[in-house]
């Protein structure tokens, strides 16, 4: 995967979450995790300066998207794609198992996470991922990622969003687009919605935000509900959801603030 790429169509939104969803912004932290898993391996090895980004093969016959070409997840540099394709999932599989068995010191590693399969491989300071999984039609779908994960320091920072007493960073991702920049914070409260709502409508406001939108959604049997709000400041945009925690164990808040006209910041 390198710059060659670029003329992929990209897929350019306020935040990853808001285009994949939250299922989508867990997988990437899956692919993070697995990174995270590489560093004890790697740090064991010599770092190679300057050493460009890996190229990854496409899938065959697949439709290929970048979802963000300059990211961080907690800190780490990443790069991710997704793509679909008619080739089944063990196609996939296979082909990035032959692909990634030579030339390198060990073979590539296959596991499985939820209802995927994912191919791993370390490449110098990197660590190169594919999850593939089902789609309709003996199809197939799923993301690429590389990580540069040697020399990269883990950091969960919220930044300059306030956080409630107990409150606890999950993740942080950041990634570039022509012309903004997006960070992602999701937090784990202790407090209900309702309480997280009212501390950061307070502190937004004596901060010189702007509030420009402010939905709510019930609670029901398919869903914990929870809140939308979006602030202004600025050249700035603050997007927060709320919702209850699955374990009715407090709330989890997601904010992303995009700041627009940044201009080229890669990672």
Known sequence: MNRSNRSLPAVRAPGLTAVLGQGAHRAILSFWVLAAL??????????????????????????????????????????????????????IVEYYRAYWSGGYPTKPSVSALGEATVVGQAHGPYFMTVKVQDAAHASSQGLIAVSRVLGSKIERNAGDLALMPGARVVSVVESNDPGKRSREVLVFNTQPPPSVVRFYEASLQSA????????????????????????????????????????????????????????????
Request: hydrophobic share 40%.
């Open 38 to 91: 590489c560093l004890v391996l790697l740090a064991a090895g010599r770092a190679r300066a300057a050493e460009p980004w890996p190229e990854i093969p496409m899938p065959p016959k697949a439709k290929v998207q970048w979802v963000a070409d300059s990211m961080r997840v907690n800190g780490v540099p990443m790069r991710v794609m997704q793509f679909q394709s008619p080739a089944s999932r063990a196609e």
């Open 208 to 267: 010189g935000w702007r509030q420009v939108q402010h939905n709510d959604a019930p609670r029901t049997a398919n869903g914990p509900g929870g809140s939308f709000l979006v602030y202004a400041r600025d050249r700035s945009e603050l997007q927060l959801s709320v919702a209850a925690r699955p374990n009715g164990q407090g709330s989890q808040l997601l904010a992303n603030l995009v700041t627009k006209d940044t201009g080229p910041q890669p990672f």
